[in-house]
């Protein structure tokens, strides 16, 4: 695809976005990376172990189940997330999803 191509796809999905009232985007956790955030698994990851210390897969602990169950698990390792996130910036593909 071409240049020209690719801004009239872009301008496409920009016109059909401007009629929503609110955008949720998921994303893989490269567009995160760049801007200093570790990622869970990975290199650099904070999860790079198998599971965390409790022996339970980082996804569980994060889980809507377990924080009904077990809650003080779920912060502990929000917490963790909060504190790796610190000091981030918006790269620029966060920039180019706001400005769409």
């Known amino acids: 695809m071409g240049t020209q191509e690719t801004d009239c796809a872009i301008d496409a999905v920009v016109k059909r976005l401007?009629?929503?009232?609110?955008?949720?985007f998921i994303t893989g956790a490269g567009v995160?990376?760049?801007?200093?955030?570790?990622?869970y698994r990975g290199i650099g990851g904070l999860y790079n172990i198998e599971h965390p210390a409790e022996g339970i897969p980082i996804e569980e602990i994060l889980s809507g189940a377990m924080i009904r169950h077990r809650p003080e698990l779920t912060w502990k390792y929000l917490s963790q997330v909060e504190r790796s996130?610190?000091?981030a910036i918006f790269n620029r593909g966060h920039v180019v999803i706001a400005a769409m």
Do not use: E, F, H, M
């Open 18 to 24: 401007a009629k929503a009232r609110s955008l949720l």
């Open 32 to 39: 995160s990376a760049d801007s200093g955030l570790p990622t």
């Open 85 to 87: 996130a610190l000091g």
